[in-house]
């Protein structure tokens, strides 16, 4: 291929997978499979790879991020980026609609839009391309964060049909709830603290310095603010709509994202509306923006110093109530993060009995100024469980004492740390402390790891207290005779602990790898170092440079790694599970490949020759991924006698291939 053939490939290839982005992401409408979707992306990867010269900054291969950021450059924004004035009150909203009516002699219309709970963003466009995106930062300038946003896939790097020369678009970048929980989940598996609300950690992944990581994490966006598009429309609403069909995700009218209406009745009913099901929606919200629809009106109302006259934001109240803060207690998590928590004087608060609040660290306690009896004001808001967001300052008695933190551990006694740059004081004795230890061994029987029938929470807590275990590898030096004597430990249940250890030992050197609790080793990267590794020797003896060239491995994961096989009570801990009998190493089975890699399947029915477990072992051993849902990213489903006819027609609807039994033996073989 030469350089001018080369050339229009690449062009040609960038616009079919920005069309087909934008039908996934934007219209929910594919018309090609995930699967094809990347081998399009990898064809103009390898192209961009051997002609370099053709690369475009608004490439679809930019979607994946990978820049990294060491500063953001302050950039002053050509408009203005100011805030909108806030209420509370409907009153206040109606005294804003008479005050707009005494300056515009012509009736009004307005626009209702939610106030999504984001980052604002401004985008700049010049020939369709996206040049430039800047944070609102103090009004006047703001960071530009184009590298990150660029790879928000709802976010156009090229536009379609009728677009001006040269604008800028501003809306807001959010969290979606499904995404933000499912990072929270892998925090969790990997003993991190959880992120608090969608609205920050949007935030703090927008000014992250790899892009990458930025990518994976799934910001969303709505954009419906169009600036320097003259002439294209008459008013706000109008031009919103247009701008979709330039390409860009705009709030959709039909689902009442974004509403027009002539009278003060129209936008107290949209207000109602969304009081009422905001709960309902995908994502957080915090009010409704009610702007002036009519450009010539919006510009005799004007502006103040620090607003716009001819808009304003209505915020919901966040769900409120006042109690008295009886204790502070510490608990000591896996990692040995200590986790002050708030004993509060039981309040019904959104429906339930609320009787503690997170207070999340040190910071916060001394933020609030807490003392004990205090009279605090709880909300539930945005997060994940109630906070304590202030004070009654004139219900505090003279003589309560203020709530200071701790200096040592509750648990152990030992000193606590708080390593540079995190807010999370710990507990260093992670070997003896009783919660660290106790967490250890429960991480390493749960679910996702070596699954152990027969033993719990409750059991190990049991056996812990007996002195019959005090890291996981006692646990398979444990006898009959050890555990029968347990409280409410009868014969039967005591050979079926017995077993389920034993089963155990036939669990995958990854699950194993995950059981170990290696801090920010989740479940999905024990199977990228098991898979790069092979086996538990070669991980504990790598490199630091041999484990950040493993996918996803970063320098924080890389240095835990390190760290827990540099200690002489860990490495004795997994040389007795070595000689116990646990996989600590892959085992390649008959018949394993990855012509499966990057394919996921639905598999459901009755078949003839395999179970459906054999089917699913199959997929996995070939590098696939089962599915429990068809959805449009599902690329097979695999069907059998006796399956449902809403799944098939579900899977006709999105056009998923679907796959006889003998189908799916010769894709197999193929």
Known sequence: ?????????????????????????????????????????????????????????????KRVGGDITKKFQSVTHKYAMLSLSNSYSKDEIQEWVTRAKKFVEDDLEYVCELKYDGVAIGI??????????????DGSQGENVTSNVKTIRTIPLQLSNDFPQDFEIRGE????????????????????????????????????QDSKVVSERGLDCFLYGIYGADGRADGHFELVEKSSEWGFKVPPSNERYIEKTNSVQGVMDFINYWDEKRKDLPFEIDGVVIKVNNYDQQEILGFTAKSPRWAIAYKFKAERVETILEEVTYQVGRTGAITPVANLKPVQLGGTTVKRASLHNADQIEKLNLHLGDSVYVEKGGEIIPKIVGVNMDARSTSSASVEFLNHCPECNSELIRREGEVQHYCPNELDCPPQVKGKIE?????????????????????????????????????????????????????NLIDGIAASKEIPFERVLFGLGIRFVGETVAKKLAKAFKNIDELAKASFEDLITVDEIGDKIAMSIQAFFWEDRNKEVVARLKEAGLQMEIVEKEGSSNKFEGLSFVVSGVFETFSRNDLKAAIESNGGKNVGSISAKTSFVVAGDKMGTSKLQKATDLGVKILS???????LKD
């Open 124 to 137: 700049q466009y010049v020939d369709g391309k996206l040049v430039q995106a800047v944070t609102r930062g």
């Open 1 to 61: 291929m030469n350089n001018s053939e080369a050339k229009l490939e690449i062009e040609r290839l960038s616009n079919e997978l920005n069309r087909h982005n934008h039908l996934y992401y934007v219209e929910s409408n594919p018309e090609i499979s995930d699967y094809d979707f990347d081998m399009l992306l990898q064809q103009l990867h390898d192209l961009e790879e051997q002609f370099p010269e053709f690369v475009s900054d608004q490439s679809p291969t």
């Open 443 to 495: 991480h390493f029987i749960s679910r996702k790891a070596l699954n152990i029938d027969g033993l719990g929470a409750e059991t190990v807590d049991a056996l812990f207290a007996a002195e019959l275990i005090k890291d996981i590898a006692d646990l398979f030096t444990l006898t009959f005779d050890d555990v029968v004597n347990l409280d409410r430990m009868a014969d039967k249940s005591a050979n």
């Open 661 to 667: 039994e003998q189908e799916f033996i010769q894709l």
């Open 173 to 208: 970048i959010f969290f979606p709830l499904k995404n933000f929980h499912a990072l929270n989940e892998k925090r969790r598996e990997s003993g991190d603290p959880e992120f608090a609300n969608p609205r920050n950690t949007a935030s703090g992944t927008l000014k992250m």
